[in-house]
């Protein structure tokens, strides 16, 4: 099992730029699946990026151009650098991993607070 722990978040002006990191309690190098996820309150829980072990990534079309993630294996982290950052990105953000191609494991989230 892994345990995920996401830092970083914060409040920020709208256009600034802020960056989350979600570390591991182990090796992430066999970890296939790792992302970002967010939930704004009342609302559904929102798929924001996600990164193979390849370096493979994926971007919700709010996002694309302006979020980035990565992933460093030798640090056990994974980074979301979010850039242009709108009020209607203010969310709670969640780490996630898939283990195996089925296991989920979330962390306790972090929260972004954007201002207008």
């Known amino acids: 099992q892994v345990q995920l722990v996401e830092s970083g978040g914060g409040l920020v002006q709208a256009g600034g730029s802020l960056s989350v990191s979600c570390a591991a309690s182990?090796?992430?190098?066999?970890?296939?699946?790792m992302g970002w996820y967010r939930q704004a309150p009342g609302k559904q829980r929102e798929l924001v990026a996600t990164?193979?072990?390849?370096?493979?990534?994926n971007y919700a079309d709010s996002v694309k151009g302006r979020f980035t993630i990565s992933r460093h294996n030798a640090e056990n982290t994974v980074y979301l650098q979010m850039n242009s950052l709108k009020p209607e990105d203010t969310a709670k953000y969640y780490c996630?991993?898939?283990?195996?191609?089925?296991?989920?494991?979330w962390g306790q989230g972090t929260q972004v607070t954007v201002s207008s």
């Open positions: 996630h991993a898939l283990i195996d191609g089925y296991l989920e494991v």
């Open positions: 182990r090796t992430i190098f066999s970890i296939n699946d």
């Open positions: 990164i193979t072990s390849g370096g493979s990534t």
